[in-house]
């Protein structure tokens, strides 16, 4: 997770996380081991939007991309 930026456009106030395909599984190992302690709905959408991405990055190079 080397880049991250930040948008402060009015009303699109938010940050964009680059994170490695490699990374991914280690990050869901962190995060999986307390999942449930999270009582936020943010923390539960980020670990749906890694597992997604962990899952389609494993298809990707099954298919050699």
Same mark, same amino acid.
């Given at each position: 997770?080397?880049?991250? &930026?930040?948008?402060?456009?009015?009303?699109? &106030? +938010?940050?964009?996380?680059?994170?490695?395909?490699?990374?991914?599984? %280690?990050?869901?190992? %962190?995060?999986?081991? %307390?999942?449930?302690?999270?009582?936020?709905?943010?923390? +539960?959408?980020?670990?749906?939007?890694?597992?997604?991405?962990?899952?389609?990055?494993?298809?990707?190079?099954?298919?050699?991309?």
């Amino acid at each position: 997770m080397d880049r991250i &930026y930040i948008n402060r456009r009015p009303g699109e &106030y +938010r940050i964009h996380i680059e994170i490695e395909a490699s990374e991914i599984p %280690d990050l869901l190992e %962190d995060l999986e081991r %307390d999942e449930h302690s999270f009582g936020w709905d943010v923390s +539960r959408r980020l670990l749906e939007i890694l597992r997604s991405s962990r899952a389609t990055f494993e298809v990707d190079r099954r298919n050699g991309r």
